[in-house]
T-cell receptor, first 111, second 113 residues
Framework: NAGVTQTPKFRVLKTGQSMTLLCAQD?????MYWYRQDPGMGLRLIHY???????AKGEVPDGYNVSRLKKQNFLLGLESAAPSQTSVYFC??????????FGPGTRLTVT | AQSVAQPEDQVNVAEGNPLTVKCTYS??????LFWYVQYPNRGLQFLLK??????LVKGSYGFEAEFNKSQTSFHLKKPSALVSDSALYFC???????????FGSGTQLTVLP
């Protein structure tokens, strides 16, 4: 089993460009999350989903959109990238026993 | 809102010595508490959790954590540190009904040979 995978691993964008980050899981978990990690700030929740076709805002949703068309995939979109969105992005799923499983991350730089 | 605090940005310990990484929390209701570890350029890995039951929780790689309700703490411990334990450690608390987590700011543990 691959667990939780993320593509791409690295990306450099210019201000104003758009992109989509893909998260895929083969764990059959209902709950999925997108976090961003910035130095000294831990992980902050961007958006989350409790099942196929549902999404909700987290702590820092501005500038991001998400979609969960299939249970196994959770997409994070940046419509118009800004330098403040330079970060490492992590996707995670949650087991019914409450522990979360994380992908390897996507390192995004916006210039 | 729930919150967790990790008061130490950096903890250094000699190999073979016991280690403690501190975490305090603030929640309404019963806390669901977690520890995760992050190695360089990797995602977070689950170490252990407290939901209910014994206050001393055992987890992966020889780690354990003690839940203290009166002090609202959930400190991570290991009796004998290894150099390979050097990593970034995060404490987290369940935030809502969708099992969201609120994370502390992280503690960099360095085990010196």
């Amino acid at each position: 089993n691959a667990g939780v995978t993320q593509t791409p691993k690295f990306r450099v964008l210019k201000t104003g460009q758009s992109m989509t980050l893909l998260c895929a899981q083969d764990m059959n978990h209902e709950y999925m999350y997108w976090y961003r990690q910035d130095p000294g700030m831990g992980l902050r929740l961007i958006h989350y989903s409790v099942g196929e076709g549902t999404t909700a805002k987290g702590e820092v949703p501005d500038g991001y959109n998400v979609s969960r068309l299939k249970k196994q995939n959770f997409l994070l979109g940046l419509e118009s990238a800004a330098p403040s969105q330079t970060s490492v992005y992590f996707c995670a799923t949650c087991a019914f026993t409450y522990e979360q499983y994380f992908g390897p991350g996507t390192r995004l730089t916006v210039t | 809102a729930q919150s967790v605090a990790q008061p130490e940005d950096q903890v250094n310990v000699a190999e073979g010595n016991p280690l403690t990484v501190k975490c305090t929390y603030s929640v309404s209701g019963n806390p669901y508490l977690f520890w995760y570890v992050q190695y360089p350029n990797r995602g977070l890995q689950f170490l252990l959790k407290y939901i209910t039951g014994d206050n001393l929780v055992k987890g992966s790689y020889g780690f354990e954590a003690e839940f203290n309700k009166s002090q609202t703490s959930f400190h991570l411990k290991k009796p004998s540190a290894l150099v390979s334990d050097s990593a970034l450690y995060f404490c987290a608390v369940r935030e809502g009904s969708a099992r969201q987590l609120t994370f502390g700011s992280g503690t960099q543990l360095t085990v010196l040979p």
